[in-house]
């Protein structure tokens, strides 16, 4: 079965990486031409081959808005161009649609999309969460963090992949503090949390006093600007960043040689996966990854097409955990894997992780 993804740019450096002649433009203007853009086809991913032979092609289909026109534009004008793109997905051959980024976090989470699409849709959430627990942890393994003792914070804790991060959390750690804005909502969560989770947890709205606990950190929240203070993060803490829009800027990487920020949801594509720009045939689509690599929320589209489950897997907030171990499971066996770890732009080797424990050594030792 075939498949559609449904992108959009996340910041002006996306503009700019698609469209050099964007820059300088001015982010008013570019917002502008966004409102009169129509949905397009943007990129032909082909090469997407499993060890056991299955293959799939699919097509990045462009409901383009800036990550504050998403959330700020009437929900049903959002809507058209999303499922203007998600049609001509089903016009390509497209069996299932994936919605990248906003496009599954705005209004409801896919369920009212879902509803009026012709072709099924997921948001692709269930393996971000796998990939993105899976990455934490990775992270707290490099930077020698003892799990039985930390304490983790997860940001966009009310969210669909933050709620679910922190259940998947919880059996590792020692305490999870969840962070979001509106409080009723997080009580309301936790209410029902607490009592089976086996780890202590507590609530808070405020961002900054949450981070200043955490020896781990995940964000998962819709902010269009950056939610992470640099000067907030303990020493030696691991960051895992979800949102797309980043929520952990670049003066963390200045400000903070000695935390590790890792993006959490990025996968290796089984085969030889190419990804084509449909206006000029042949040129790669740089999405800011490294090639062979996709995001989580895009794998899960994939994997359900090489699956031929032409299924609505992930919708809405309130996710079912046996879905993410299912996906888990069934992206493992098509050979997606996850990524290097990466951040800023850049990998993350060993070399760099001993820079970083190196300098969170001499941090603590400083204190002292
Ligand atoms: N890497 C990947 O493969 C991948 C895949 C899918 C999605 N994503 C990204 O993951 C993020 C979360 O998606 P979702 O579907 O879980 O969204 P969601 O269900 O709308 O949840 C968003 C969460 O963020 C909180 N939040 C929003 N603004 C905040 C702020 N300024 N400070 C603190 N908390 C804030 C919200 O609660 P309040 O409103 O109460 O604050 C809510 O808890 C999005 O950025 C999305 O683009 C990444």
């Known amino acids: 079965m075939k498949f559609a993804f449904i992108i959009h740019p996340t910041s002006l450096a996306d503009v700019e990486r698609y469209e050099p002649g964007a820059a300088g433009k001015g982010r008013p203007l570019i917002e502008k031409i966004m409102e009169w853009m129509p949905a397009y086809a943007a990129v032909h991913v082909t090469g997407v081959r499993t060890p056991d032979g299955r293959e799939t092609e699919g097509w990045f289909v462009a409901a383009n808005y800036m990550p504050e026109q998403m959330l700020a534009l009437p929900r049903e004008t959002v809507y058209a161009k999303i499922l203007k793109a998600i049609e001509i997905g089903a016009e390509l051959g497209a069996g299932i649609a994936g919605l990248g980024a906003l496009t599954g976090a705005v209004g409801d989470a896919g369920v009212t999309l879902a509803a009026r699409s012709p072709i099924a849709v997921t948001t692709g959430n269930s393996l971000t969460i796998a990939a993105g627990v899976k ?7 490099e930077m020698e963090i003892d799990l039985a003792g930390a304490t983790a914070v997860v940001i966009g804790a009310t969210g669909s992949i933050g709620s679910a991060c922190v259940e998947l959390i919880a059996p590792h750690v020692a305490h999870v503090v969840l962070v979001a804005r509106n409080m009723t909502r997080l009580r309301r969560l936790h209410e029902t949390l607490a009592k089976r989770l086996a780890c202590a947890t507590s609530i808070t709205t405020d961002v900054r006093a949450a981070v200043r606990r955490g020896d781990l950190v995940l964000t998962a929240t819709t902010s269009a600007q950056e939610v992470i203070e640099p000067a907030d993060l303990r020493v030696g803490a691991v960051v895992c960043e979800l949102s797309l829009p980043h929520d952990v800027g670049r003066r963390v990487a200045l400000e903070r040689p000695d935390v590790l920020v890792t993006e959490g949801g990025n996968l290796r594509v089984p085969g030889m996966p ?5 206006r000029e045939p042949g040129l790669p689509f740089d999405f800011g990854l490294p090639p062979g690599t996709a995001l989580a929320c895009m794998s899960e589209t994939m ?17 079912d955990l046996e879905r993410v171990r299912e996906i888990d499971e069934l992206a493992t066996r098509a050979g997606f894997e996850l990524a290097g770890m990466r951040a800023f732009d850049k990998a993350i080797g060993p070399e760099q992780i001993a820079q970083i424990k190196a300098a969170a050594g001499l941090r603590r030792a400083t204190a002292v």
């Open 303 to 319: 994997v359900l097409a090489l699956e031929n489950r032409p299924e609505p897997f992930t919708l809405g907030r309130g996710i």
């Open 135 to 141: 990455s934490l942890l990775r992270g707290a393994h």
């Open 274 to 278: 190419r990804f084509e720009r449909v």
